[in-house]
Antibody, heavy 119, light 109 residues
């Protein structure tokens, strides 16, 4: 069974750093990209970026470029989303998803990680 | 960047009725790069349709997708109680931004 399991909820202060994780299992981790998607409270889905775990090549939405960093560790089948300096506006639910290059869609999703940034 | 517009914003439908959701793009692209997702409150999104018209694994046949170019449609032929949710379209044609539409909420009339 394909599973993406994300790390638990986080509460941080503005200016702090954070890394959240997404561990894939039940499939070959390097054969699928991992996408990250933001959902602010009560709002819609926003595509942030993606990584190809086979070579760590990344693409970012212009809206998120420079503010977050996506990485992956093939040895542990885990992808990461990282901030160096959080803002209150980063408060949101963050989802990772497996991007299937054959069907060209995100066919399996993590359960989400809630990040709260508050002073 | 391709901008997706979904209409209506909210669709009120009775169980058993048909629902038709629209997704329009700011520029034309191959239907291969259009997907639909369903999201229920408190849950992660779920893939419904890929390639504009192909149902994902396990998706009931009351869900169908169609369209090409700039106009795409998701149809739910007979709404079941579990279908009341928010539906998003997403395009994968324009890198680096694989944008989502703003969503259509389908609620009970």
């Amino acid at each position: 069974e394909v599973q993406l399991v994300q790390s638990g909820a986080e509460v941080k202060k503005p200016g702090e750093s954070l890394r959240i994780s997404c561990k894939g299992s039940g499939y070959s981790f390097t054969n699928y990209w991992i996408s990250w998607v933001r959902q602010m409270p009560g709002k819609g889905l926003e595509w942030m970026g993606r990584i190809d775990p086979s070579d760590s090549y990344t693409n970012y939405s212009p809206s998120f470029q420079g503010h977050v960093s996506i990485s992956a560790d093939r040895s542990s089948s885990t992808a990461y989303l990282q901030w160096s300096s959080l803002k209150a506006s980063d408060t949101a639910m963050y989802y990772c998803a497996r991007h299937n290059l054959v069907v060209v869609a995100d066919d399996s999703w993590g359960q989400g990680t809630l990040v709260t940034v508050s002073s | 960047e391709i901008v997706l517009t979904q209409s209506p914003g909210t669709l009120s439908v009775s169980p058993g009725e048909r629902a038709t959701l629209s997704c329009r793009a700011s520029q034309s692209f191959s239907s291969r790069y259009l997907a639909w997702y369903q999201q229920k409150p408190g849950q992660a999104p779920r893939l419904l349709i890929y390639g504009a018209s192909s149902r994902a694994t396990g998706i009931p046949d009351r869900f169908s997708g169609s369209g090409s170019g700039t106009d795409f449609t998701l149809t739910i032929s007979r709404l079941e109680p579990e279908d009341f949710a928010v539906y998003y379209c997403q395009q994968y044609a324009s890198s680096p931004g694989f944008t989502f539409g703003p969503g259509t909420k389908v609620d009970i009339k």
